[in-house]
Structure formats: structure tokens, C-alpha cells
């Protein structure tokens, strides 16, 4: 039902750049209805599938994309399609490597939903998510989170 999954990067600002170990509640039939806006979700890298990136999702199918750039095309988003970003607003496009870099993400590439953080022995806490997926996962928390075991795979 779950997995560990270490972090480390400055994409995700809120997870901390010095690296975490995060507890990810799988998604074995991914599907729009199984995440929401605002989740934060682990997915295979669309330009590379043996690696795993951490995004926050910010649309999903049947929303309208329109870019600052006025060169730009505002397009929809289809069926099993969502938009998913970096939190940190200070690399552009290409550093943070989210939708704005590869396009539209296929539902398909998400394989969970991170749901516990841990930076440190002392410094972590639940991902902040949407409402209804953090009311979802409470019971997964309840069931499945080790902080010893989490600190034990920590590699910081």
C-alpha cells in the first residue's frame, strides 16, 4: 500500500532542498479521480521512465491551459491528462523539469501520492495535500507510518 521514496532537490521547496524520505501511498490504477488539485504526487519522468520525480498537481482533465507568454496557445487539458509543477517559484521552466518543460502528464505516470515527509529525526509532519486526500490517507498514516523505520532509510 505504501513505499519510501527519498527526495532531494530544490523543486519541491516545502520538502527542503537538504533531501527527505517520503512515505508514498501507491496508486495502482491511477486515474483523475484517485488524486486532486493540490496533491503532491510521485510519477515516472516523462523524458526518463527509470527515474521518479515529485511534483504538486494543478490541473486535471478538462481544464484550460493559458501561459503568461502571449505567444503562447492556451490548450485543454483531455482525458487522463494533468498539469503538474514545482513548488519553487524561483527556477524557471527548465530547472524545475514539471509540465512546463515535458507537457501535459498522462495520469498513467503517477504512481502514488506522497503522504508523510521526513527531513530529519526531528523535522517532519504529513504532506500538506488536499482536503479530501488528506482525510483519505489518515487511516494509511495510522496503519503504515514507522518514523523509526523512516529514520533507518533516511539518508541524509
Given amino acids: ?40 504526487v510521485v510519477l515516472k519522468d516523462p523524458t526518463n521512465l527509470a527515474n521518479l520525480l515529485v511534483r504538486r498537481v494543478v490541473a486535471t482533465e478538462g481544464w484550460m491551459m493559458a501561459s503568461t507568454d502571449e505567444k503562447d496557445i492556451p ?30 502528464l498522462y495520469v498513467p505516470y503517477i504512481v502514488g501520492r506522497a503522504i508523510y515527509s521526513l527531513r530529519s529525526a526531528v523535522d517532519h509532519g504529513p504532506v500538506k495535500n488536499s482536503r479530501r486526500s488528506i482525510m483519505q490517507d489518515l487511516p494509511v498514516l495510522r496503519v503504515e507510518l514507522d518514523i523509526d523505520e523512516m529514520t533507518q532509510n533516511h539518508k541524509a
Fill in 1 to 40: 500500500m505504501t513505499f519510501f521514496h527519498w527526495y532531494k532537490g530544490e523543486q519541491m521547496q516545502y520538502l527542503g532542498t537538504q533531501g527527505a524520505t517520503l512515505l508514498v501511498r501507491k496508486i495502482p490504477e491511477p486515474n483523475p479521480k484517485r488524486f486532486d488539485i493540490g496533491d503532491v
Fill in 75 to 104: 490548450f485543454g487539458l483531455v482525458e487522463n491528462q494533468c498539469w503538474v509543477l514545482a513548488d519553487n517559484k524561483r527556477l524557471d521552466y527548465k530547472e524545475a523539469h514539471d509540465c512546463r518543460s515535458f507537457g501535459p
